[in-house]
C-alpha cells in the first residue's frame, strides 16, 4: 500500500540555521504531497502542497520539490526560527477508491535561540 | 466562520467504559476524516465519512470502534469497552468534496484510559 518515510527525529537546530526534513514515498502513480505542521497541543496545519512532479510548494519560507525520479518530497528552509519549534509531517494523498492522506510518523523540530 | 470543531479537548474514562468523540465540520463541508495519533507514532487513518454514509472504515479497529456522520448534527467517534491502548490523541478532518480539496483539521481530543 501507500506509505510515507520521514527522517528519524528529533531535530534541533540554533536559530538562522539550515533546515532540511527528508520524506519519501511510495505509491501507484503520481500523488499529491503534502506538508503539514503541528504546534503543540493542536491539530495539523497545511503547511505547503504539490499536485505534480517538479512542483515546488512554498509558504512561510518553508520549501519543498516534488521529486518523481527519487520519490521525494524533502522540506527545507534557509534560515529557521525559534517559532518554528514543532512537529513536521509529509503526507501523500491516495489515488483511486477512496482518497484520503496517509502520513510519515513526524519529525520533531526543535530551534534554539 | 468556525474551523472544524472537536469536543471534548481532554477525556478522561476508566477501563470499560464508553469514550464519545464529537466532531463538526466546516461549515459547508461534507466529507469527515477521522485518524488517530499515539504517543511518538504519526497520524493513522480510521475512517472516511459522509453525510449518512461510511466511505472508507478500512483503518477501524474490528470491534468496539464504530463511527457515524447523521444528517443532522455531528460526527460521532464511539469507543465501547475502553482499554489502556486506546489513550491517544483523536483528530478529526474535514473537506469540502473528498481529500483532494484539502483537509481542515481540528484540534483534538485527547483520551485518557486509566
Known amino acids: 500500500g501507500d506509505s510515507v518515510t520521514q527522517m528519524e527525529g528529533p531535530v534541533t537546530l540554533s536559530e538562522e540555521a539550515f533546515l532540511t526534513i527528508n520524506c519519501t514515498y511510495t505509491?501507484?502513480?503520481?500523488?499529491?504531497l503534502f506538508w503539514y505542521v503541528q504546534y503543540p497541543g493542536e491539530g495539523l496545519q497545511l503547511l505547503l502542497k504539490?499536485?505534480?512532479?517538479?512542483d515546488k510548494g512554498s509558504n512561510k519560507g518553508f520549501e519543498a520539490t516534488y521529486r518523481k525520479e527519487t520519490t521525494s518530497f524533502h522540506l527545507e528552509k534557509g534560515s529557521v526560527q525559534v517559532s518554528d519549534s514543532a512537529v513536521y509531517f509529509c503526507?501523500?494523498?491516495?489515488?483511486?477508491?477512496?482518497?484520503?492522506?496517509?502520513f510519515g510518523k513526524g519529525t520533531k523540530l526543535t530551534v534554539n535561540p | 466562520n468556525a474551523g472544524v470543531m472537536q469536543n471534548p479537548r481532554h477525556l478522561v474514562r476508566r477501563r470499560g467504559q464508553e469514550a464519545r468523540l464529537r466532531c463538526s465540520p466546516m461549515?459547508?463541508?461534507?466529507?469527515v476524516y477521522w485518524y488517530r495519533q499515539l504517543p511518538e507514532e504519526g497520524l493513522k487513518f480510521m475512517v472516511y465519512?459522509?453525510?449518512?454514509?461510511?466511505?472508507?472504515e478500512s483503518g477501524m479497529p474490528k470491534e468496539r470502534f464504530s463511527a457515524e456522520f447523521p444528517k443532522e448534527g455531528p460526527s460521532i467517534l464511539r469507543i465501547q469497552q475502553v482499554v489502556r491502548g486506546d489513550s491517544a490523541a483523536y483528530f478529526c478532518?474535514?473537506?469540502?468534496?473528498?481529500?483532494?480539496?484539502?483537509?481542515?483539521f481540528g484540534s483534538g481530543t485527547r483520551l485518557t484510559v486509566v
Open positions: 504539490a499536485t505534480k512532479a517538479d
Open positions: 505509491a501507484t502513480g503520481y500523488p499529491s
Open positions: 461549515k459547508g463541508h461534507s466529507h
Open positions: 465519512l459522509q453525510k449518512e454514509n461510511i466511505i472508507d
Open positions: 478532518a474535514s473537506s469540502l468534496g473528498g481529500a483532494g480539496y484539502g483537509y481542515t
Open positions: 503526507a501523500l494523498l491516495t489515488q483511486g477508491g477512496s482518497e484520503k492522506l496517509v
